[in-house]
């Protein structure tokens, strides 16, 4: 008998007929032999209707009671779900976040767990009880009620699995798992039947919204399996899983891309130690996020100096730079906001070279041109005009063979890069 | 300084512009220079749409998690309600019934309170915080969310004012007080300036639905001065106090009825012990409250035995009548759904004997026939032919002195009876 926590989104429970959906599966679970606990979010619309009356009464509704507000989203949810299995004959019982003793830092609408008791639902669990719990919440050490953020409810779950030990956190989404990369955009996209952290980590952390990447971190720090499944079709899911040695790797898992980005570049500063520094400073102290940074010295003793930013802060990223570059003396200023980023990600390249170079072949032979490029242990991103977004991504996704026809590319030293 | 609890209803909350009405009124009381504590139901209409949620999915909602998803209605106006205090730049907290520790019985959809912490509450308004608390729920000693029933914030507030050893509890409804009888069958009733707590208990049970009666009981029990006032209009409202020996009492306070009885009678039944019994028994086993009771003994050693029930089981409790009038060889069984419940309310009448005959020959005088007779030490109820209720309820009003315009007939001795 294994101990499964399973986590449905505002999607999977947004209507009541799709709360009793979600009660026959919790139920399928039950009766295959399984200890159930089942973690749950708002309905759709409802923390977006508990916002809108806040703010018809405060501009900017406080954190603490905005929390206070938001939780009962989730708390409207344990119980309907609750009933819904208690019709069906199965004894269960709902908590709320402080009920189980989710215990967060006070950093209202972005806590961060700190402990969980759960006494209280093992106990449940041993007397043969299903046990559904209100994900997003917790609550400080003075009672008060927390919530974690946007999508929070992925890690109520994980937690809540790793405090119990379970045998695996599934996520019910309304994807049917982890795909290489975007299906809208690569038509032959291919589910995954497992995929690593260090890769979910990368392809979450580029735009692949299936998972909040808090929740994955905190999968692998307590080493909590994690699957990805469709609330509203059958099958396996992608499991998320711990590297194995003996695994034989893919060389690489998937693409990811990120529309949001936006360039800007400060041409011919001199190049002298604090200069980077000096133009990022004003732009941190702006608390504008910079996400990749590319620096190259040139012979004339100058330095070009370039970084991307999130689209919505381009404008005021770029007055702030037109300001620094002044006083810093620099020849010039400019930036684009017409780039996408393009990621490639695989523990496979780990231990091969030869990716980078066959990404940038792949890209070179559509006529694509490579405006920046940052790597890391598992991941190669380049920037690239955004008209290119979808020509380079199919190419990519052909050429480490990863379309659902092709065959694909492990890392046995087979590649000719 | 005076510690003032207020209670406001589900319509004083209804909306986010009468939140903000509210929290204003709030905000006069605290800067009058009083500590102030404030309890609020659900917004309108909140409650019922969570029942409606519920009974999509389960024909009859299991108590327990009908209490964890109704008491979210609360937590969203007290959480509403502070922002608006906050943005008017008052510093203040809120609590549901669980965080300020109001302890209950397990009795789920109908729990009573057993105790009150309080401790952050007062210690929220030491340092000069507002503090405003859900009404209607409470935990209960394994940490379930708990209701009190429908009106239960009523109780909240004057259980709290009961800990706190508040100054007074103003509860807040859509009337500017109790009046005299029902403004809407007499035009020249009249607010009260003050009623005592028996006075108001009587008039509750007997229909007028201003304040729920469990939580006059309270007040009266741990003597805190209850006042009723208009969350719409300005005005003293009327407060509910004890009864001060030295206070000048009108005879009569005034006048309750009850449009939902219905009477039922069973003729010549033998007159032997235990015949009450045997026909109040198997109503009782139904579950059918008996309101009135009249018992009469005839020469010939049968009797005539004649009780009220709520008018929706009056069907119900006829067939079961009938049968039981069989089994004791009663001579029949007949009963009339078209009656009303007249009642005059005052501690005036404690030491005076003539009101009953007053009260008789006003309604003779009119040609109204009294078909039940029961008397209490502070109340007097008949039972009439429903189409006489108007006419009955206007001429006791003015011949007890209670119209507007009118002489109150104060208990002097000075009354003809």
Do not use: W
Request: glycine fraction near 8%; proline fraction near 3%.
């Amino acid at each position: 008998m294994a101990l499964i926590v399973q986590k449905y989104g505002g999607t999977s429970v947004g209507t009541p007929e799709r709360i009793e959906h979600v009660a026959e599966k919790v139920i399928k679970t039950k009766e295959a032999g399984n200890d159930v606990v089942v973690v749950v979010s708002a309905m759709s619309g409802e923390t977006n209707r508990l916002i809108d009356l806040a703010k018809a009464i405060h501009p900017r509704p406080p954190a603490r009671e905005l929390d206070m507000l938001l939780s009962t989203g989730e708390q409207v949810t344990i119980s309907l779900l609750t009933m819904a299995l208690e019709k069906r004959g199965h004894a269960a019982r709902c908590y709320t976040g402080a009920q189980v003793k989710i215990l967060t830092d006070s950093a209202h609408s972005k806590a961060r767990i700190q402990e969980i008791d759960a006494k209280v639902v093992s106990e449940d669990l041993k007397v043969g009880r299903i046990v559904v719990v209100a994900g997003f919440q917790g609550v400080d050490s003075t009672g008060a009620i927390t919530t974690l953020g946007r999508g929070g409810s992925d890690t109520t779950a994980v937690a809540l699995a790793a405090a119990l030990k379970a045998d695996e956190c599934q996520i019910y989404t309304d994807v049917d798992g982890v795909y290489t990369t975007d299906p809208r955009v690569v038509s032959k996209a291919r589910r995954l039947e497992r995929i690593t952290f260090e890769e979910m980590l990368e392809m979450a952390s580029l735009g692949s919204k299936i998972l909040q990447i808090r929740s994955v971190e905190f999968a692998g720090k307590y080493h909590v399996p994690l699957r990805v499944l469709s609330t509203f079709e059958e099958g396996p899911g992608t499991l998320i899983t711990f590297e194995d040695e003996n695994m034989e790797e893919p060389l690489i898992s998937g693409i990811a891309f990120n529309r949001d980005e936006a360039k800007l570049t400060v041409l011919g500063a001199p190049d002298r130690p604090g200069i980077a520094g000096a133009i990022l400073g004003p732009i941190s102290e702006a608390n504008i996020e910079v996400d990749m940074i590319v620096q190259n010295v040139s012979q004339s003793g100058a330095t070009d100096f370039t970084f991307t930013v999130h689209r919505n802060e381009y404008e005021r990223a770029l007055d702030i730079l037109q300001g620094s570059a002044k006083d810093m003396e620099a020849k010039e200023v400019y930036g684009d906001p017409k780039i996408v980023k393009l990621s490639l990600v695989g523990v496979g390249m780990r231990s091969h070279a030869g990716v980078a170079s066959r990404m940038f072949k792949t890209l070179a032979d559509e006529g694509i041109n490579i405006q920046m490029i940052s790597t890391s242990e598992i991941k190669i991103s380049v920037v690239i005009d955004e008209k290119y977004l979808e020509l380079g991504v199919r190419a990519l996704h052909t050429a480490f063979g990863l379309d659902e026809d092709g065959t694909q590319l492990r890392d046995e030293g087979k590649d000719a890069g």
